[in-house]
């Protein structure tokens, strides 16, 4: 990733995270809420080559970390996004045979959502934090899993045009 798509990529994040702040939080969706940047997210890393998919991660979590709706210790949303990026990272080419079709796109980030909640509450627990409880946070994970599932068929097809157009000549080739 250049600098000129590092750059491009953190200010597209952080419109998708105010959109996320001041539209999608304030919706009251039945079962539990919808993390909308998490998708958008895990949509990108998932379409990035190399360790591209490791800087979105690292950026997208300092972005969530600065978020005055979430009461954890700066650097954990950082710490596990940029853990789930080199997992992304490291499977490149397993992860392209997701990408490719539209259904197992899909799948792929309703069931990376739900991993990547349930990492930062196991980080959480690790932490010795107060996470509530694991009913509470089974249906809010399994929740915006569903969530994640009926929207994405809207999202990536837009995240798939937002990267070609994100590209660089140089990265085009």
Not at 2 to 10: E, V
Not at 20 to 26: N, P, V
Not at 72 to 99: C, M, Q, R
């Amino acid at each position: 990733m250049s600098w000129q798509r590092g750059l491009i990529n953190t200010t597209f994040l952080f419109l998708i995270f105010i959109f996320q702040e001041a539209a999608i939080s304030k919706i009251k969706f039945p079962i539990t809420g919808f993390s909308f940047y998490i998708a958008v997210l895990l949509g990108l890393m998932a379409l990035e080559e190399g360790y591209g998919a490791i800087i979105l991660g690292f950026i997208g979590g300092l972005i969530l970390d600065i978020s005055p709706s979430v009461d954890s210790p700066l650097g954990k949303w950082a710490f596990v996004l940029t853990l789930v990026g080199y997992i992304f990272s490291i499977n490149t080419e397993s992860i392209g045979d997701f990408t490719s079709g539209p259904l197992a796109f899909i799948l792929f980030i309703s069931i990376g959502s739900a991993i990547t909640l349930l990492a930062f509450l196991g980080l959480g627990v690790i932490l010795g934090e107060n996470n509530g409880t694991v009913g509470h946070n089974l249906v809010a994970v399994i929740g915006n899993s569903l969530w994640t599932l009926l929207f994405a068929p809207i999202l990536l097809p837009a995240l798939n045009k937002y990267r070609k157009i994100s590209l660089t000549s140089r990265e085009r080739m």
